[in-house]
Structures are given as structure tokens and as C-alpha cells.
DNA sequence: TATAAAGTTTAGCCATGGCTAAACTGAAAA
DNA sequence: TTTTCAGTTTAGCCATGGCTAAACTTTATA
């Protein structure tokens, strides 16, 4: 088993990618400086989890990403077994599942899938990869690039903005809500959305983070 | 919060305790070399968390048991939790329960808790430290030091020797069984047990770690 | 095209928590 | 009382994974 420390790596890599991944951006996402990145990528890569351009940036290779989905796995299992036996609120999900995913076992894994009956999303709508790294399909498109007027459903909103995460609790979109865009805000971006009768506005940069699938 | 390293230490001292814990019984507890135990140790001293006296041994300090409390609840609460959820076996929980007591926080702990109804025993039939680090009552005894031909009830099993786990289980001893000890083995202090109309032989080595209570 | 700025890497430091080998203590045996 | 030896501590090493400061690339700007 890998320490905790290359695990967040990975999953971070996994998250930023697949393109190349560069030393600062890694660094802001891992809240740690980027000199401890270059260090620890140079680790990885001398381990055959990472493919590492000099002053260009750094991707996962196979074995990298599989076990970047492992962790994923484990992560989004966690949420799911959380909220359904203890009915934790979404916004707590995310910080607990990101402290225990490091401490759970191939057999707890394999429990926890199996209790649940094998789920393909988690509570936040995102695809729970398989415990072979195959990632379940999706379809699904930012809330930010869908047409005006049509019967929209919510399937993924993100997990690890509280901000974010709250704002969406209280306005009341969470995947399976249906919505439609009433008019779009050329100068911004933000949209107006009806939702469940009422009038919601959603900013750009929000919209970009909520994804949807649309009916037919 | 403490490390995982520190948290298994405060453990170990409790669980050694109270008596003064010498350098060579910690190590072998934890499985590493008494080198490293002497290192920690002073380090604990210096936070208060521990007595040292040189040569002579280690013992917790108020605030080192307290802290040794706080991580058995939480053991005794995942193994609780996860017998109830996902009914693993009593063999499979004690390692598991090791992992994740360090990745617990405070609210899932309570979480946890309250979802159980705050229990006071955990499947191993182990009194759960309250969240202030009191702990439940407790006459039980060890079936070594029982009279013959009293009614007892199985109060606790040891969890983590996995043999001797997995003799206790597949000869049905387990916390709320009753038995009877029929005749006792003067020269090696086996017993003979009838449990469930069952003939059973305990060594004393075994007996010794079965806790149980007498009916009035 | 030369230079400035932004991003990356290197060098070298620190704490943590292991290890081995050697020195030291104290209690029991000679 | 002296010696022995088991147990403990010290000294010094290592890997991990952070950090800062300085050097180096690359890219963009003048």
C-alpha cells in the first residue's frame, strides 16, 4: 500500500489530468510548495507511477492512473456508505471520506461495494470507478454550456468547495432535481433556471461545475 | 490531532498499564526495536503526554490517558459500527478498527456514536470509553479464576490475537454465552466447560483472557 | 533579439520515526 | 563484594516529505 502522501498525489494528478500537469498548479492543489512537488514527482516517476517532462509538467502513467482510481474508488465508496447508514450531510461527506479513504482495506472496500449494492455514483452524482479502474460511462455536460428551454436533469455537482457546496444545498440543486434555462446573461455568463417553480440564478462559474443530462 | 505513530504509543501504555511499562514490553507491543521505544518515549515526556524514569520504566500522565481513552473509543466504536453495518466477522474487525481510528474525526465519531444508541460495549463485549474518557463499570472476571459449577455468562474475548479468535469462535464462545466449569486440571489449569449441552476444554492460557460475570 | 518575468528545479535544511551498534545501569549470581 | 548480564539508553545513521533560498529554463515583452 502506498503512503498517504503519494495517494493525494496521485488522486490530484488523476483529477488535474490527463493532460500534463504542471509543478505550480499541483503544488496549489495539494497546498503544499513547489519544490516539494518537483521533489516528490521526481520520486514517482524513478517508481513508474508518473511520466515527468522537465520544466513542462508531469502525467500518470497506466499503473499511475489505476491506482489514482483506486483511491477515487475508495473515496466516492466512503461518501455513499457514510450517507446511507449515518446520513451525513453532503457538505461533510467530502472530509471524512478524503481522511479514511487512505485507511481502507482491499476487504473493507469489497464490504462497503457489496453492502451497497456495487453503486455506480455517489451522492454527489460522480461515477464510482470499478474495483478494475473501469470508470462507468456519463454523458453528462456542463450546466454552463446547455441550451435555453430545455427539461434539464442534474446529475454531478462538485464536492470540494464548502462555499460552493452550501450554495447549492440551500438552493436546492442536488442530482436527480430537474431544471430548464429561462434566459442566459450574454455580458457574464450566468443563467436563470426554473427550478421545482422557482426562479433561481446561477453564476457562470458555478453553471461550469454543475453538470446535467438532458432528456432525448 | 496527534500522529498515528504517537496515538499507537498512548495505546500500547494503556493497554500495558498502569503499572510502569518498561522499554522492552512497549517494544515488542508495538513491534519495534527498544531503541526507538527509548526515542518516543522521551518525546511523550516532553509533552506531558508521559512519565519517564530512566531505567525503570513508562507510565501515562493524566493527559496521556485521556488522549488513550479518546483512540479506544474510537476503536471500539468502528468495530461496533462495522459489526452492525456490514456484519464482518469479530475476526476481521479489530484490524480494520486499527487503520481507521486514526482517520476519525470528532463528528463522525459522534455520529457514530449516536447512531448506535452510545453503546457500552463494543462486539468484543470491551467496555467503550465515554466521550470524556469514562469508563463503564465492569466486575467481569477471568474464567481462570472462577469456582466450579457456578452459572457464568461470557462477558469478553480478547481481539487481537487472530488464533486465539478464531479457536474462541469456532468452539461458540462469544460475549452472552453461558457456561459451566466442571472440573478444573490441577496440574496445567485447563478447565472443562459445558457450554450449550457441549463438552469444551479451555487451556488456562485462554481462560485467562475470557472475561466473565457470576449471577448473583 | 535581448531582457524581464514566470515557472521549475536544485541544494540544503528540518522533524518524524524507524534502525544498528556501542555504551551504560542496576540487580542477581558467584 | 565483585562480576555478569539483561535491559536501557545514547550516538549516529536512513527514508519520508515538508520547507526556503538560489539557480536555472522557458516564454513573453520590449
Redesign the interface.
Same mark, same amino acid.
Given at each position: 500500500m502506498y503512503s498517504v502522501a503519494i495517494e493525494d498525489y496521485l488522486k490530484s494528478l488523476w483529477k488535474l489530468g490527463p493532460k500534463d500537469v504542471g509543478t505550480q498548479e499541483l503544488a496549489s492543489h495539494l497546498d503544499v510548495k513547489p519544490a516539494s512537488v518537483t521533489k516528490m514527482v521526481l520520486r514517482l516517476t524513478e517508481m513508474g507511477l508518473v511520466d515527468h517532462t522537465p520544466y513542462k509538467g508531469a502525467s500518470l502513467t497506466r499503473q499511475g492512473e489505476l491506482e489514482a482510481l483506486s483511491v477515487v474508488r475508495r473515496h466516492r465508496l466512503l461518501e455513499t456508505f =457514510?450517507s446511507q447508514? @449515518?446520513g451525513?450531510g453532503r457538505d461533510?461527506l467530502h472530509?471524512?471520506a478524503e481522511? =479514511?479513504e487512505?485507511? @481502507?482495506?482491499k476487504?473493507?472496500e469489497d464490504?462497503?461495494a457489496n453492502?451497497l449494492g456495487n453503486p455506480v455514483r455517489d451522492p454527489h452524482g460522480h461515477p464510482i470507478p470499478g474495483p478494475n479502474g473501469e470508470l462507468p460511462g456519463g454523458f453528462d455536460i456542463p450546466l454552463s454550456d446547455c441550451p435555453l428551454n430545455k427539461s434539464l436533469t442534474v446529475m454531478q455537482i462538485p464536492d470540494y468547495d464548502s462555499l460552493v457546496s452550501s450554495w447549492l444545498e440551500t438552493n436546492g440543486i442536488f442530482p436527480g432535481v430537474k431544471l430548464i434555462i429561462e434566459s442566459r446573461d450574454d455580458f457574464d455568463g450566468g443563467i436563470n433556471c426554473k427550478i421545482d417553480n422557482n426562479e433561481v440564478r446561477i453564476s457562470s462559474s458555478i453553471a461550469s461545475l454543475v453538470k446535467v443530462s438532458q432528456e432525448d
Open positions: =457514510l447508514t @449515518l451525513l461533510q472530509a471524512e481522511r =479514511l487512505h485507511a @481502507l482495506s476487504e473493507l464490504a462497503i453492502y
